[in-house]
């Protein structure tokens, strides 16, 4: 069973950085397409940014392009998205996403099987 635990999440100020992570745990961690999704309070969850097995292919919602990168260290089993200049609209619930895709990496939320537990991250303006 894949554990997925994400942390690092908590209050930031507009403008400010903050670095979220996400652990894997009894899974072949390098084999996983990797994905970052989020939920407000009263809203769905939607897809935030998103990276393949190998790290080199890197997708991400047009609300934070330039804003968001995601990455991967795959010796240490480990998802990361670091925001640069949050805005208050980024307050969410942020969850890691995982599944085996060979060629693909999936925006989709319904094409992950496996998710972390989430992290809270407010950002006050």
């Known amino acids: 069973q894949v554990q997925l635990v994400e942390s690092g999440g908590g209050l930031v100020q507009a403008g400010g950085s903050l670095r979220v992570s996400c652990a894997a745990s009894r899974v072949t961690f390098s084999l996983y397409t990797m994905g970052w999704f989020r939920q407000a309070p009263g809203k769905e969850r939607e897809f935030v940014a998103a990276?393949?097995?190998?790290?080199?292919?890197?997708f991400y919602a047009d609300s934070v392009k330039g804003r968001f990168t995601i990455s991967r260290d795959n010796a240490k089993a480990t998802m990361y998205l670091q925001m640069n200049s949050p805005k208050p609209e980024d307050t969410a619930v942020y969850y890691c996403?995982?599944?085996?895709?060979?060629?693909?990496?999936?925006?989709?939320?319904?094409?992950?099987?496996?998710w972390g537990q989430g992290t809270q991250v407010t950002v006050s303006s």
């Open positions: 990276i393949n097995w190998s790290g080199i292919s890197t």
């Open positions: 996403a995982a599944d085996l895709h060979k060629n693909i990496v999936p925006t989709a939320a319904s094409a992950y099987t496996y």
